[in-house]
Each structure stands twice: as structure tokens, then as C-alpha cells.
């Protein structure tokens, strides 16, 4: 647990970077510090490893002052990942990542050992771990700054916008990544980011900063979508944020329909199973490949509707958001809904959606 | 005059003896290693801390560029005014002149090593002191070698002013000769002194590959770099873009 007692800092040359900041990040979750630019969000991290000592106030790790004892020695004990990842450019990558085992005192060859175990846990192939910084994607290197963090098996991590540099392909695989790590390691993460999609994707709960670091909002992500307290923080949540929200509601009631399915046999030319109709197409293991147009021409599926993926990568999953993304971008006007191992389950009406819709929103 | 010259190079008493070519040359090459390697201990450690702690930075710029100014000949005439003759003036001359680009070259490289690497080593819980030799060193060798290569040069060219005081070295050709009028000598001397920058240059270039750290560094033996011929990884982010390889 961190915990940000009325945290102030000002600056020797009189700016205020924090008021004064009360706050407090729960144990194994991931908190979630989201502002505009000099709103004090990576100052406000920093305090926690002391890389910027406050003027007023207290940060609290575990119970105790961090401002106690050593500062290097706190730091040993915290994860830290920055946006350009910071990789020391001379040492191989996985020298790099056994660098906190070898300041806590493991030898070479067991830092190296633990860093092998790190870097595979992070989804890093075994032939990287020879190369050199420079020689790795940016998002490579990004995991690596990942790994690095995480090899020290502190409990607590602080990330500094470490996805920002990174393309957004990228970083949707970095966030999955992410959320699938801390399924497995259940970490304390204090998370600064300014981008309001990335923070409610990632964080259990989140706190919105204004400029001067006051505290706007901390919430969990869905009361920020469905409650935002004032103007500041429902413009910074943005402009989609009742469809966003969509994605925090479930889907559990959603009705599927019925469609007119037949087997997709190559070079079929046999047209729709019900004249006039849509149909689906399903391939050998019973999963939609594409639909068939009343024409009898192929048409793309559109994006499925999943119904009860565990996986993190489909983030939509068994949401209304998922649901009514399915129906809207299908060319039949109807969604089609997949069960977890991507078999046909059925299909998905917009009204259907619209009518559980209006018996969630909150009024 | 080049008749002259070849005739002078090819005397079998050039090639022996206390006044031989090979005698002068590790003269010249002593005095040299002795003034680089007492300015590179003055000057080296001194850089990396200014450029750690970032204080004092505008002093070492002019500090640096006031000793650059100095006239070399009248330095060591003053010296010997001060101190007698001996080894002693042309040396501390020499490391007068062999400190600021060592002085320069560490202060930049450890300044300008990567920030975000300094940060992130600092929040993983290094010390002051293994940030400095750990990461910014490292960072700084390129730099380093440069300012050191430099120095060395500089040193080489000039270190012909102990003859003026007695000693030896391949000034000896070209103030012997100057006083005899033995062209011939004077030229012969000025191109060894010549040649032997281009080869000291060389040799020390090659040394700087061997000692820098990272990708770059030149490897006899060992692990070959893996990364060459490493498959694409299964990670699926983009291929890394490769450097060309050295």
C-alpha cells in the first residue's frame, strides 16, 4: 500500500509542482495517476522513491515514512519503469534486467538465472536476452524496462508513462501484457499516464489530477465514465466516454437471436440458406468465417461479439461495448456472438442491446 | 635534397646506438607516455566527477581553453627558469598541454550520457558512485578515447621541445640539425615525428575499439555476438531494426 499523506512540493526556484496531494494506492492493485502536462503526476511518483523529496507531508510505504533511512537502499526494494526505458546501453539485455539482483547482493550467475526467469515471463524470447539495447524494437525494449523492474521481486512498482513512446499497436499489446502480469503477480502499481484510454484500461481504481497536483476525482473507472464530479474531469475523460463506459457494463442479459447458418464448403456456390436472408458461414470447427449476403456475394464478419473470453487481450469481452460493436460494424445489421474458443454462438440485434442498455444507465 | 635526405635515413649509424633513430623514438615516446599518463590521472577523473555532479562546468570551459592559449616554448622556458633543467619542465609543459582535451572529452562524455538511463539507474537503487562507473563511464569512453587520442597527438607533435633543454627525443634531429645547418637531419627528424603520429593515431584507434564497452566493442575471442545471425524472435512486436554489422 502507498499512501500520500498531504504531499506538497515546491521547487527551489518558487513553482508549485504538488499543493498538497492525499492519496492512497491499495495493496495489489493497479492506481492509476492521469492529468494534463504539469498537473504533478510524475512528481507525485517520484516522491515514492524519493527521487524527489517533498517540502511538506509524508509518502507512506507499507505503513512506514518513506523519508526514513536510505534512499538507495528503498529504491532496491521498488520497481521502477520509465518512459524511454532507460537501458543501459553497454550491458546485454539480459545483463541489463539481473541489474537489482546484483545491487541486492546475488552473485552474477544468480542474477543472471533470475533475470532468464524474468525476461520469460515477460513474454521476451531467450535469443534477446543476448543482444544489446540498441539492437531491440522500441517496444522490446520497452518489456525489457519491464523485466528490469520486476526482477528485483519488489512488491510495490511505479511506472512513469512507460508505454507513451511507443506505437499504438504496440502499446495495446504492452497494456494486455501488463494486465496479464498482474493477474499472475497481484503487484501494488502506481501507474502515471495522460492518456485517459490507457488509464481506464488499465487502473482499478483512478485519480484524476489537475495542474498544481489537486486531486480531481479518484474513482474506479467506471464511476469516472458514468460520474465524472465537474467539467474538468468529464472533459478529460472525453467525449465517448458513454460509449466507453459501455465496455465496464456486462452483457450477461443480452439475448442472442438466431441466424441462418450453413456450412462454408470452397468454391460453394449455393446461395443463401433462407432467400433474402443473411447468413453465416461456419467452417469445419464451427466457427464463423464470413457472411453471405443476400446477393450471394461474401461479406466481411465484422468484428464478433465474444461472450465470455477470459483472455485479457479482448478487453470488450462479454460487455455491452463488444455487443453492440459486433451488431454496428456487421453488414447484416445483426452482430455475431462467439463463445470463447471463437465457435459460432449466435447472433447479436442492436435493439437488443439498446433495451439492456437503457435498463443499466444510471439516471 | 632528396638525395640527401634518403643518404642520411640509410647511414647503418642512424639505425643503432644512443643516438640512433629506434634510441630517439622511445625517448620521444617515453616522455610522451610519462606527460599523457600524468595529466590522464589529473584530468580523467576530474572530468567525470564535474560532469557527474554538473558543477563547475563553466570553469573547466575556460580553464580548459586558457591552457590551450598557452605558448607551449615559453611554458617550458618558464619552468626552467623556475625549476632548473631536468626531466621535470618539459614534462609538467606537456601535461599543460595534454589536459584539456582529456579534461573536455570526460566531462562531456559522463555529462552527456543518456538521461533516462542516469534515472533509471538511480531509481533502481544505485549509489552516486556506481552511477558514475556503471552507467555514465561506460556512456563516456567514446569520448574519453577521443580527448585521450587527442592529448597524445598533440604531445607526440610537440614533445621535440625537451631537446631544447637537453634531452632527448626526435627534437634532437631537428635542433642538432638546425644548428649545423644539416638540413637534411632537420627534414628527416620532422617526418619520424610525422610518421609516428599517424602510427600512434592508428594504434591507439585500434586499442579504443578493443576497450569500448557495448556493441561496438571489437571482440578476438569469446562469445560471438549472437545477434547477428539470431532469428526473429517469436515476440510479436515488429522486428527489431538491425544495425549494420561490424
Same mark, same amino acid.
Request: hydrophobic residues 45%.
Given at each position: 500500500?502507498?499512501? /500520500?499523506?498531504?504531499?506538497?512540493?515546491? /521547487?527551489?526556484?518558487?513553482?508549485?509542482?504538488?499543493?498538497?496531494?492525499?492519496?492512497?494506492a491499495?495493496?495489489?492493485e493497479i492506481t492509476v495517476l492521469v492529468?494534463?502536462?504539469?498537473?504533478?503526476k510524475?512528481?507525485?511518483?517520484?516522491?515514492?522513491?524519493?527521487?524527489?523529496?517533498?517540502?511538506?507531508?509524508?509518502?507512506?510505504?507499507?505503513?512506514?515514512?518513506?523519508?526514513?533511512?536510505?534512499?538507495?537502499?528503498?529504491?532496491?526494494?521498488?520497481? =521502477?519503469?520509465?518512459?524511454?526505458?532507460?537501458?543501459?546501453?553497454?550491458?546485454?539485455?539480459?545483463?541489463?534486467?539481473?541489474?537489482?539482483?546484483?545491487?541486492?547482493?546475488?552473485?552474477?550467475?544468480?542474477?543472471?538465472?533470475?533475470?532468464?526467469?524474468?525476461?520469460?515471463?515477460?513474454?521476451?524470447?531467450?535469443?534477446?536476452?543476448?543482444?544489446? #539495447?540498441?539492437?531491440?524494437?522500441?517496444?522490446?525494449?520497452?518489456?525489457?524496462?519491464?523485466?528490469?523492474?520486476?526482477?528485483?521481486?519488489?512488491?510495490?512498482?511505479?511506472m512513469?508513462?512507460? /508505454?507513451?513512446?511507443?506505437?499504438?499497436?504496440?502499446?495495446?499489446?504492452?497494456?494486455?501484457?501488463?494486465?496479464?502480469?498482474?493477474?499472475?503477480?497481484?503487484?501494488?502499481i502506481l501507474f502515471v499516464t495522460?492518456d485517459i484510454?490507457e488509464a481506464i484500461r488499465l487502473g482499478d481504481r483512478v485519480a484524476v489530477?489537475?495542474?498544481?497536483?489537486?486531486?480531481?476525482?479518484f474513482?474506479?473507472p467506471?464511476?469516472l465514465?458514468?460520474?465524472?464530479?465537474?467539467?474538468?474531469?468529464?472533459?478529460?475523460?472525453?467525449?465517448?466516454?458513454? =460509449?466507453?463506459?459501455?465496455?465496464?457494463?456486462?452483457?450477461?442479459?443480452?439475448?442472442?437471436?438466431?441466424?441462418? &447458418?450453413?456450412?462454408?464448403?470452397?468454391?460453394? &456456390?449455393?446461395? #443463401?440458406?433462407?432467400?433474402?436472408?443473411? &447468413?453465416?458461414?461456419?467452417?469445419?470447427?464451427?466457427? #464463423?468465417?464470413?457472411?453471405?449476403?443476400?446477393?450471394?456475394?461474401?461479406?466481411?464478419?465484422?468484428?464478433?461479439?465474444?461472450?465470455?473470453?477470459?483472455?485479457?487481450?479482448?478487453?470488450?469481452?462479454?460487455?455491452?461495448?463488444?455487443?453492440?460493436?459486433?451488431?454496428?460494424?456487421? #453488414?447484416?445489421?445483426?452482430?455475431?456472438?462467439?463463445?470463447?474458443?471463437?465457435? =459460432?454462438?449466435?447472433?447479436?440485434?442492436?435493439?437488443?442491446?439498446?433495451?439492456?442498455?437503457?435498463?443499466?444507465?444510471?439516471? | 635534397?632528396?638525395?640527401?635526405?634518403?643518404?642520411?635515413?640509410?647511414?647503418?649509424?642512424?639505425?643503432?646506438?644512443?643516438?640512433?633513430?629506434?634510441?630517439?623514438?622511445?625517448?620521444?615516446?617515453?616522455?610522451?607516455?610519462?606527460?599523457?599518463?600524468?595529466?590522464?590521472?589529473?584530468?580523467?577523473?576530474?572530468?567525470?566527477?564535474?560532469?557527474?555532479? +554538473?558543477?563547475?562546468?563553466?570553469?573547466? !570551459?575556460?580553464?580548459?581553453?586558457?591552457?590551450?592559449?598557452?605558448?607551449?616554448?615559453?611554458?617550458?622556458?618558464?619552468? !626552467?627558469?623556475?625549476?632548473?633543467?631536468?626531466?621535470?619542465?618539459?614534462?609538467?609543459?606537456?601535461?599543460?598541454?595534454?589536459?584539456?582535451?582529456?579534461?573536455?572529452?570526460?566531462?562531456?562524455?559522463?555529462?552527456?550520457?543518456?538521461?533516462?538511463?542516469?534515472?533509471?539507474?538511480?531509481?533502481?537503487?544505485?549509489?552516486?558512485?556506481?552511477?558514475?562507473?556503471?552507467?555514465?563511464?561506460?556512456?563516456?569512453?567514446?569520448?574519453?578515447?577521443?580527448?585521450?587520442?587527442?592529448?597524445?597527438?598533440?604531445? !607526440?607533435?610537440?614533445?621535440?621541445?625537451?631537446?631544447?633543454?637537453?634531452?632527448?627525443?626526435?627534437?634532437?634531429?631537428?635542433?642538432?640539425?638546425?644548428?649545423? +645547418?644539416?638540413?637534411?637531419?632537420?627534414?628527416?627528424?620532422?617526418?619520424?615525428?610525422? !610518421?609516428?603520429?599517424?602510427?600512434?593515431?592508428?594504434?591507439?584507434?585500434?586499442?579504443?575499439?578493443?576497450?569500448?564497452?557495448?556493441?561496438?566493442?571489437? +571482440?578476438? +575471442?569469446?562469445?560471438?555476438?549472437?545477434?547477428?545471425?539470431?532469428?526473429?524472435?517469436?515476440?510479436?512486436?515488429?522486428?527489431?531494426?538491425?544495425?549494420?554489422?561490424?
Amino acid at each position: 500500500m502507498i499512501e /500520500f499523506r498531504d504531499v506538497g512540493k515546491r /521547487f527551489a526556484d518558487g513553482t508549485v509542482g504538488l499543493e498538497s496531494l492525499s492519496l492512497t494506492a491499495r495493496e495489489g492493485e493497479i492506481t492509476v495517476l492521469v492529468g494534463p502536462s504539469g498537473c504533478g503526476k510524475t512528481t507525485s511518483l517520484r516522491t515514492v522513491n524519493r527521487m524527489v523529496e517533498p517540502t511538506s507531508g509524508a509518502v507512506l510505504l507499507a505503513g512506514r515514512d518513506v523519508a526514513q533511512g536510505d534512499p538507495a537502499e528503498l529504491r532496491r526494494g521498488i520497481g =521502477y519503469v520509465i518512459q524511454q526505458a532507460g537501458l543501459f546501453p553497454h550491458r546485454r539485455v539480459i545483463d541489463n534486467v539481473a541489474t537489482v539482483p546484483v545491487l541486492q547482493g546475488l552473485s552474477r550467475r544468480e542474477a543472471r538465472a533470475r533475470a532468464a526467469e524474468v525476461l520469460e515471463r515477460v513474454g521476451l524470447d531467450d535469443a534477446l536476452a543476448q543482444r544489446w #539495447p540498441a539492437q531491440l524494437s522500441g517496444g522490446q525494449q520497452q518489456r525489457v524496462g519491464v523485466a528490469r523492474a520486476l526482477a528485483g521481486d519488489a512488491p510495490v512498482l511505479l511506472m512513469d508513462e512507460p /508505454f507513451s513512446a511507443v506505437d499504438p499497436v504496440v502499446r495495446v499489446e504492452l497494456q494486455d501484457e501488463l494486465l496479464r502480469l498482474q493477474a499472475d503477480l497481484g503487484k501494488t502499481i502506481l501507474f502515471v499516464t495522460h492518456d485517459i484510454d490507457e488509464a481506464i484500461r488499465l487502473g482499478d481504481r483512478v485519480a484524476v489530477l489537475r495542474v498544481g497536483g489537486r486531486l480531481a476525482q479518484f474513482a474506479p473507472p467506471d464511476e469516472l465514465l458514468a460520474q465524472p464530479v465537474d467539467d474538468f474531469v468529464s472533459g478529460f475523460v472525453g467525449r465517448d466516454r458513454g =460509449y466507453r463506459r459501455l465496455g465496464f457494463l456486462p452483457a450477461t442479459a443480452l439475448r442472442l437471436v438466431d441466424l441462418p &447458418t450453413r456450412a462454408d464448403a470452397n468454391g460453394d &456456390t449455393a446461395g #443463401p440458406a433462407v432467400p433474402g436472408e443473411w &447468413t453465416v458461414l461456419l467452417d469445419g470447427s464451427e466457427r #464463423p468465417a464470413a457472411w453471405l449476403g443476400p446477393d450471394g456475394a461474401r461479406h466481411d464478419l465484422g468484428s464478433v461479439y465474444v461472450t465470455d473470453g477470459d483472455d485479457a487481450a479482448a478487453d470488450a469481452a462479454g460487455t455491452l461495448r463488444g455487443a453492440l460493436d459486433a451488431a454496428l460494424s456487421s #453488414p447484416a445489421g445483426r452482430g455475431v456472438a462467439v463463445d470463447g474458443a471463437g465457435r =459460432y454462438r449466435g447472433g447479436v440485434d442492436t435493439d437488443d442491446v439498446l433495451a439492456l442498455l437503457d435498463r443499466s444507465a444510471p439516471r | 635534397m632528396l638525395g640527401r635526405l634518403v643518404e642520411w635515413f640509410s647511414a647503418p649509424a642512424q639505425w643503432s646506438g644512443s643516438a640512433g633513430i629506434p634510441t630517439r623514438v622511445l625517448e620521444h615516446l617515453g616522455y610522451t607516455l610519462l606527460a599523457v599518463a600524468i595529466a590522464a590521472v589529473i584530468a580523467l577523473p576530474l572530468g567525470a566527477v564535474i560532469g557527474h555532479t +554538473r558543477r563547475g562546468g563553466l570553469a573547466v !570551459v575556460g580553464v580548459a581553453n586558457g591552457l590551450r592559449a598557452l605558448p607551449e616554448l615559453g611554458v617550458l622556458v618558464l619552468f !626552467v627558469l623556475l625549476l632548473g633543467l631536468g626531466l621535470l619542465p618539459p614534462t609538467l609543459a606537456l601535461v599543460l598541454l595534454a589536459i584539456p582535451p582529456m579534461l573536455a572529452g570526460a566531462y562531456s562524455g559522463v555529462a552527456g550520457a543518456d538521461p533516462g538511463a542516469v534515472d533509471a539507474a538511480r531509481g533502481m537503487g544505485m549509489r552516486e558512485s556506481q552511477i558514475l562507473l556503471q552507467v555514465e563511464v561506460p556512456a563516456a569512453v567514446p569520448l574519453v578515447l577521443g580527448g585521450v587520442r587527442f592529448a597524445t597527438l598533440q604531445v !607526440v607533435a610537440t614533445a621535440t621541445i625537451a631537446a631544447y633543454v637537453g634531452l632527448g627525443g626526435l627534437g634532437r634531429y631537428i635542433i642538432d640539425g638546425f644548428s649545423v +645547418r644539416d638540413f637534411p637531419q632537420m627534414l628527416g627528424g620532422a617526418l619520424i615525428v610525422a !610518421v609516428l603520429s599517424i602510427v600512434v593515431e592508428l594504434v591507439l584507434q585500434l586499442l579504443g575499439r578493443f576497450v569500448t564497452p557495448g556493441p561496438d566493442r571489437l +571482440r578476438l +575471442r569469446g562469445r560471438p555476438d549472437r545477434h547477428a545471425a539470431a532469428a526473429p524472435s517469436s515476440v510479436p512486436t515488429p522486428p527489431s531494426p538491425e544495425r549494420p554489422d561490424r
